[in-house]
């Protein structure tokens, strides 16, 4: 069996550090492994159309937004295939299909659905297209017969009831769709990255997010609003490692080239942590370290960025071939599906001759 990969993201705004050590750096790895053959990142702009039925230029908007900062982190094209959810029919059609294998108290019990759904303020007036986000997204991941799904441990119910929905089709209508598994980050830091506030994981609708287009100013100014200890009010005082959001940064984005370069009177984070949990390391001088050294990540990103922008009918083309290749083989499920529900009736030549021997019969 094949070894396949389906991941993506909704375009509702730019990209930013969570999307980077959530997923997207793990995929530019994946991808340049060579130990997958055949790897799907999809923009899922149908799905984000679901909590923004009523502003679809702000999807339509970041579509673009989004292909441009996967190029610009090292997504390769000859390497993954980059698609549009809207723009693969079958996908709508496998959805159909998956919806009666589930209730809904089912997908009403899905934690990750009852957080969004809270979060969204939805309460009592969810819209059903959001509530069967996870049937939508089992059409995506079996519609490309994909073995792994790289995800975060927000995500482990939707993948659990993904695995659900492809049981219960392959017990009624035979061994027909792939039982995909989750690929959690090596890296348990990088699970959930929070915000700069430290009370929720990075969000766009929070706005606590440090964009992976950002300017150095930009970055600094969120830097500098970081949440670190507030008992650690003079630069004697003993400061609190745990929960100390920069700190938390420092785990997931230095190494001790970066001591070297830019904090050179210490050699390591350990180090570092040991220095201010005693006590005589001000905020202000950490902050900066990590200034340096997301500015040295983003930097390149950015550029790249500006670089992909001046050339659109490239990043265009590119979105339009994935989105042909990602119909194919959505079709070649679909076609699948439908034969073993039976319901390819023109597609199949014994439909015909099989209600012709039962009426002649009757």
């Known amino acids: 069996m094949k070894k396949i990969i389906l991941t993506g993201d909704r375009p509702t705004g730019r990209l930013h550090l969570g999307h980077y050590v959530g997923s997207l750096k793990n995929r530019v790895k994946l991808q340049n492994s060579g130990d997958y053959d055949e790897i799907y990142l999809m923009i899922a702009d149908a799905q984000a159309l679901t909590d923004n039925f009523l502003n679809p230029q702000k999807v339509k908007d970041n579509v673009l937004e989004v292909a441009l900062l996967y190029l610009a982190c090292g997504i390769d094209p000859q390497k993954t295939t980059i698609f549009i959810q809207s723009q693969v029919p079958a996908l709508t059609e496998l959805t159909f299909y998956y919806m009666n294998l589930v209730s809904v108290s089912r997908l009403l019990r899905n934690p990750t659905v009852k957080n969004e759904i809270k979060l969204r303020g939805f309460e009592e007036s969810v819209p059903s297209g959001f509530l069967?986000?996870?049937?939508?997204?089992?059409?995506?991941?079996?519609?490309?017969?994909?073995t792994t799904v790289p995800v975060g441990d927000d995500q482990l119910p939707m993948l659990e009831q993904a695995r659900e929905i492809v049981h219960s089709f392959n017990h009624i209508y035979?061994?027909?769709?792939?039982?995909?598994?989750?690929?959690?980050?090596?890296?348990?830091k990088?699970?959930?990255?929070?915000?700069?506030?430290?009370?929720?994981?990075?969000?766009?609708?929070?706005?606590?997010?440090?964009?992976?287009?950002?300017?150095?100013?930009?970055?600094?100014e969120k830097v500098m609003q970081m949440y670190t200890d507030p008992n650690h009010i003079k630069v004697s005082d003993p400061g609190k490692v745990e929960g100390n959001v920069v700190f938390t940064y420092l785990d997931v984005f230095c190494n001790d080239e970066h001591f070297q370069k830019y904090l050179p009177d210490y050699k390591n984070l350990d180090e570092l942590k040991e220095h201010y949990s005693k006590g005589g390391l001000g905020d202000v001088t950490i902050k900066k370290f990590l200034i340096n050294i997301l500015i040295e990540i983003i930097t390149p990103i950015r550029c790249k960025k500006q670089e992909l922008m001046q050339n659109l009918d490239a990043v265009y083309d590119i979105l339009k071939e994935g989105s042909k290749k990602a119909n194919i083989k959505a079709n070649e499920t679909l076609k699948r599906v439908k034969h073993n529900m039976q319901i390819d009736y023109f597609d199949n030549p014994e439909f015909l001759e099989e209600m012709k021997e039962k009426f002649t019969n009757k």
């Open 132 to 146: 069967n986000y996870p049937v939508s997204q089992t059409a995506d991941i079996t519609a490309f017969d994909a």
């Open 174 to 188: 035979g061994d027909t769709l792939v039982t995909p598994k989750e690929l959690l980050p090596e890296d348990e």
């Open 190 to 220: 990088a699970h959930r990255l929070p915000g700069i506030d430290g009370k929720a994981k990075m969000s766009k609708s929070l706005n606590n997010c440090i964009y992976l287009d950002a300017t150095n100013e930009e970055i600094k």
